[in-house]
């Protein structure tokens, strides 16, 4: 399995409060991604990050930002937790040496914003 | 946007095969990826194809592509309970190497 740790893994938070997420990789790839999971809408993409420093937004970027000092953590922060934030959030790591893109995923964290 | 439609939901009788169907929009999509999660985990990739692949076999998994009709099919042989899961369809969007998911396919196989 691909070293790919999440923390915190369950989360429950007020309407309000801001909430950051923590992906950390022990495989040096360049290429980190968050995703969430929601009923019926399989995985969407948030944010991702080519590098250091190097990020770019997703398709449901909104409400949601994004940091990348270190080539092993990559964090996604919610500003202002609202309840449409409430879903199971993976993060995920490609290498750039593959063409073929794959990604592998951590184990993934579920928030509850109440 | 581009989009991934799979079929919810399958069951099989435990030893049949099962075949789950993925259709996409992105022409130019370079590789197809089928992946698999079980309940309370993360994604597990089984396998993916190279656009200008007709079949792909690896052990009791075959994926077929028809590029032609954008249709893509992931067979699992003799299916076991331990089978039971969700399956992802993506493909890879262009050349930005992000990945574009389907709704997923729950996979029930019965004793």
């Known amino acids: 399995d691909a070293g790919i740790t999440q923390s915190p893994r369950h989360k429950v938070t007020e309407t309000g409060t801001p909430v950051t997420l923590r992906c950390h990789q022990t495989?040096?790839?360049?290429?980190m991604y968050w995703y969430r999971q929601d009923p019926g809408h399989g995985l969407r993409l948030i944010h991702y990050?080519?590098?250091?420093?190097?990020?770019d937004k997703g398709e449901v970027s909104d409400g949601y930002s994004v940091s990348r000092s270190k080539t092993e953590d990559f964090l996604l922060t919610l500003e202002s937790a609202t309840s449409s934030q409430t879903s199971v959030y993976f993060c995920?790591?490609?290498?750039?040496?593959?063409?073929?893109?794959?990604?592998?995923f951590g184990p993934g964290t579920r928030l509850t914003v109440t | 946007g581009e989009d991934v439609e799979q079929s919810l939901f399958l069951s099989v009788r435990e030893g049949d095969s099962s075949v789950i169907n993925c259709t996409y929009t992105d022409s130019s999509s370079t590789y197809l990826y089928w992946y698999k999660q079980e309940p309370g985990a993360g994604l597990q990739l089984l396998t993916y194809?190279?656009?200008?692949?007709d079949m792909k076999q690896d052990q009791r998994l075959t994926v077929l592509l028809n590029k032609k009709d954008k249709h893509l099919s992931l067979r699992i042989a003799d299916t076991q309970t331990g089978d039971s899961a969700i399956y992802f369809c993506?493909?890879?969007?262009?050349?930005?190497?992000?990945?574009?998911f389907g709704q997923g396919t729950t996979l029930q196989v019965k004793p």
């Open positions: 194809i190279f656009s200008n692949m």
């Open positions: 990050s080519y590098g250091v420093k190097d990020t």
């Open positions: 993506a493909c890879a969007s262009g050349n930005t190497g992000k990945l574009i």
């Open positions: 495989e040096n790839h360049r290429y």
């Open positions: 995920a790591i490609s290498d750039e040496g593959k063409p073929s893109y794959e990604q592998y």
